[in-house]
């Protein structure tokens, strides 16, 4: 509803006045012209030789329609991204950056937005190709772990959590965190999860939290110590019936969800997990995982969001930089990046209300067998507010130290 009344206010507006869709032209082909011969530093997580790939592409297709080059800055943690940007601003460089674009969400967006490393808001919905994307069906896209976006990051994939197993090993997979508990006593060694504060095992922690906390909604709000034990509760004591029955026994974890992908295609776990619904079907394409393998949701729901790319306040480089985020957020580059094989990332589109010959695309992709269809993927489970995370890492290494043990 909200994005149908939006265009017909643009509509209206153009019908008043005349110039108005030409003005909003005028102003995207400065920012095309100003972008040439620009170099883009693209912070982004350099973990998955496949997304890197992609990033790869993206580059390409830019700097060849639009000669703008983009470096991919490989990080295994944005969190350092964001303190460099910290820094600069406290030494006064409002210009010349180092940073000019980074793949963020969640704390760090709202760490950048509190501490005003951001550019100017609204910058994301002037690019041309943000008419495409579904503010209506995917509220995400404008609100980040419960955080306004404000225009300030630009959308650029789906993300939820979904299981993976072998049909081959485990038939009937457990369908809630009960039953995973009950499957881990019954087959000991067969599950972990990755060491906190890592993106996956944090996340996995997040699904357990919310799911078994008990007022949910209190998540939503600001950490607040009074509640924090009452609200951990339920989280550790489960976990400390998990633990003596995880891989290793608890002693030690998976590095990341490429090792948890690794062991399962070894036969050491029975169960993984990843935060792309699409990850499993590009392993078996790319010979990874056998074709036996299949994803699962748990009952009620899974943690989900949107990720996205930012501009740092001081990006040396902001029109190149915005011209590699409308690309992004192109049908061609959305639908490509859906692709199991290249990456399996869901896109942030509205791809019924795309003209025919860009929603031929999405129709003709095949998903392959191991992926959800999207009425299969049950309900999203909200993120908790971004202070929460900090509060649940630092907690989970007080109780179970570095070792996890």
């Known amino acids: ?28 082909q400065s920012v095309l012209n100003a972008a040439r011969g620009q170099t883009v530093y693209f912070h982004a997580w350099g973990g998955e030789p496949r997304i890197n790939a992609y990033i790869q592409w993206a580059a390409r297709e830019v700097e060849r329609d639009h000669g703008v080059r983009v470096v991919h800055v490989k990080v295994s943690d944005t969190a350092n991204v964001v303190s460099q940007v ?6 006064g460089k409002a210009t010349g950056g180092s940073v000019d674009l980074v793949w963020i969400n969640g704390e760090n967006f709202a760490s950048m937005k509190t501490n005003e490393l951001l550019a100017e808001p609204g910058w994301a919905t002037t690019l041309p190709n943000w008419d495409y994307v579904d503010v209506e069906n995917k509220p995400t896209v404008v609100m980040d772990f419960t955080v306004p976006t404000d225009g ?15 049909g081959a090993r485990l038939a009937e997979p457990p369908a ?6 009950d499957f881990a006593k019954a087959n000991p060694g067969r599950f972990a ?15 357990v939290l919310v799911s078994l906390a008990p007022d949910a909604s209190a998540l939503e709000n600001p950490y607040d110590m009074t ?12 976990l400390d019936e998990l633990h003596p029955h995880l891989w290793r026994r608890g002693k030690a974890f998976p590095k990341d969800a490429s090792q948890m992908r690794q062991l399962l295609a070894d036969g050491e776990l ?10 499993a079907a590009g392993a078996i394409a790319n010979g990874e995982l056998p074709p036996s393998v299949r994803t699962f949701v748990l009952d009620g729901g899974t943690i989900g969001n949107t990720h996205f790319v930012a501009l740092p306040f001081n990006s040396s480089s902001q029109e190149g930089a915005k011209i590699f985020a409308n690309f992004l957020l192109s049908p061609m580059a959305q639908t490509r990046k859906q692709e199991p094989e290249i990456w399996g990332d869901p896109t942030v589109l509205n791809v019924g209300a ?23 993927l049950g309900p999203v489970l909200p993120e908790p507010h971004p202070s929460w995370v900090g509060a649940l890492e630092e907690a989970w290494k007080d109780r179970y130290g570095a070792s996890g043990g």
């Open 152 to 166: 300030q990051e630009s959308p650029w994939g789906m993300a939820k959590l979904v299981f993976i197993h072998d």
């Open 193 to 207: 999860y990755p060491q906190p504060p890592n993106f996956f095992g944090t996340t996995f922690l997040k699904q």
């Open 176 to 181: 809630s965190l009960e039953e995973l508990l």
């Open 86 to 91: 910290l820094a600069e601003k406290s030494v």
């Open 227 to 238: 509640i924090a034990a009452e609200t951990f509760g339920p989280l550790f004591g489960y």
């Open 270 to 279: 029975d169960i993984a997990f990843s935060f792309n619904p699409g990850d």
């Open 354 to 376: 795309l003209p025919a010959h860009e929603k031929a695309l999405f129709e003709a992709l095949d998903l392959g067998a191991a992926t959800l269809k999207p009425e299969n």
């Open 1 to 28: 509803m909200i994005r149908t009344i939006t265009i017909r206010l643009a509509l209206l507006v153009a019908m008043l006045v005349p110039g108005a869709v030409h003005g909003q032209e005028a102003e995207w």
